[in-house]
């Protein structure tokens, strides 16, 4: 038979062996940090890119030929940024945008086969639009949003081109610096 003292030490070591590994359990803590770098980046949306289409008009036309389009830029907040556009194609002296001009698209038309244009920054074709920072390019600064600009075109006097007729292209490139 067991004495009950007996019973009485096996109940309490077996309750010390339970509550010793809570009372052993010890905690400790840390901190660490989340972090991320976030660079700033800008985009002329090609996708969204229209172009400056001057319609059809008559060689004999005296009066100016207006035409737009657009190009889009997205850039991360507050991120400032430029966009300019270069002299085109088939500028008669490279890198100059005020010598713009498009040519006919039918090779075998090699007399009076160019027609001179502008593009400009606003409606009244005032402000040129061209490729030198902080003279002629658009500034803006981001707000994380597609931003459209307007392109504004300009024959001023298609006569004065005598041009062939058939359908004339140049192909101008629009830059984002940022």
Request: hydrophobic content about 40%; charged content about 5%; glycine content about 8%.
């Amino acid at each position: 038979m067991r004495s009950p003292l007996r019973s009485l030490r096996a109940w309490g070591l077996l309750a010390l062996l339970l509550a010793g590994p809570a009372l052993a359990q010890a905690a400790d803590t840390t901190t660490f940090n989340v972090t991320l770098v976030v660079t700033k980046a800008c985009t002329i949306t090609a996708a969204a890119a229209t172009n400056v289409d001057f319609g059809t008009a008559a060689s004999t036309t005296a009066t100016p030929t207006l035409g737009q389009g657009t190009v889009t830029a997205q850039c991360s907040a507050l991120t400032p940024y430029t966009i300019s556009l270069n002299a085109g194609a088939n500028a008669s002296t490279a890198n100059d945008v005020t010598t713009r001009r498009m040519k006919n698209t039918n090779a075998a038309v090699t007399a009076n086969n160019y027609v001179g244009y502008q593009l400009y920054q606003d409606a009244a074709h005032t402000l040129v639009w061209g490729a030198t920072s902080g003279t002629n390019t658009q500034a803006g600064i981001g707000t994380g949003l597609a931003v459209p600009y307007i392109v504004y075109g300009q024959i001023l006097n298609l006569s004065t081109n005598n041009p062939a007729t058939g359908n004339y292209l140049d192909t101008v490139t629009a830059t984002i610096t940022y």
